[in-house]
């Protein structure tokens, strides 16, 4: 089975400030994606970034870029010139490219405060 | 339609009650997933429907809990015999056939049951 590990309960940055917040992953599998989501206040999760495995450039949206060592089994999100809109918790997510097991796995989330 | 769209977004019931959860996806949209997520937790994963297959019910926590899908659209989960930690927030998502797409997820309905 596949597991998700985000270590970092709690994270606070001020704005305009860079934070980087961390995954780990366990699997065996060599063919997966792997996915930030953003939770605001609103509840509604919100897909900020993902990453083919295959691929060993890193994915970049704007501010967001991640950082995916495949073989350290890690997939950190780094947030640049973080805002207050940014405030929200975060939460990272795997899923096999193909076979029955096919659902998103969830870490238990980060939870980020932006701060003036 | 556009987005995901749950009904209720709040839902309050008396312990021992049956509620109906409501899920809408994108249109178009063939797999459509239940997940709970308790206060403070990560995403717990219910039930997974794709296409006209058989659904995946592994997440289900009790008999208590099921879900019908109908008409390859509208999705209802059903708690029976509601307990206190059942509370939680409900949140559904659909997705295209592929996976490297991610899921579309809805604003979710937060049930108190108390």
């Known amino acids: 089975a596949q597991t998700v590990t985000q270590s970092q309960p709690e994270m606070s940055v001020q704005e305009a400030e860079t934070v980087t917040l961390s995954c780990t992953y366990d699997?065996?599998?060599?063919?997966?994606?792997l996915f930030w989501y953003k939770q605001p206040p609103s509840r509604q999760m919100i897909l900020v970034i993902r990453?083919?495995?295959?691929?060993?450039q890193n994915a970049t949206e704007n501010r967001f870029s991640v950082n995916f060592q495949k073989a350290a089994k890690s997939f950190s999100l780094k947030i640049s010139d973080s805002q207050l809109g940014d405030t929200a918790m975060y939460f990272c997510?795997?899923?096999?490219?193909?076979?029955?097991?096919?659902?998103?796995?969830f870490g238990t989330g980060t939870r980020l405060q932006v701060t003036l | 339609g556009a987005g995901v769209s749950q009904s209720p977004s709040n839902k309050v019931t008396e312990k021992g009650k049956d509620v109906e959860l409501r899920c809408d996806p994108i249109?178009?949209?063939?797999?459509l997933y239940w997940y709970r997520q308790s206060l403070g937790q990560g995403l717990e994963f219910l039930i997974y429907?794709?296409?006209?297959?058989?659904?995946?019910k592994s997440g289900l926590p009790s008999d208590r809990f099921s879900a019908e899908r109908t008409g390859g659209s509208v999705s209802t989960l059903t708690i029976q015999r509601t307990q206190q930690e059942d509370s939680a927030v409900y949140l559904c998502?659909?997705?295209?056939?592929?996976?490297?797409?991610?899921?579309?997820f809805g604003s979710g309905t937060r049930l108190t049951v108390v």
């Open positions: 998502a659909s997705s295209l056939a592929r996976r490297a797409y991610g899921y579309t």
């Open positions: 699997t065996s599998e060599n063919n997966y994606y």
């Open positions: 990453q083919e495995a295959y691929k060993q």
């Open positions: 997510a795997f899923i096999l490219t193909s076979g029955t097991a096919s659902k998103l796995t």
């Open positions: 249109s178009g949209h063939t797999a």
């Open positions: 429907f794709q296409g006209n297959s058989a659904p995946d």
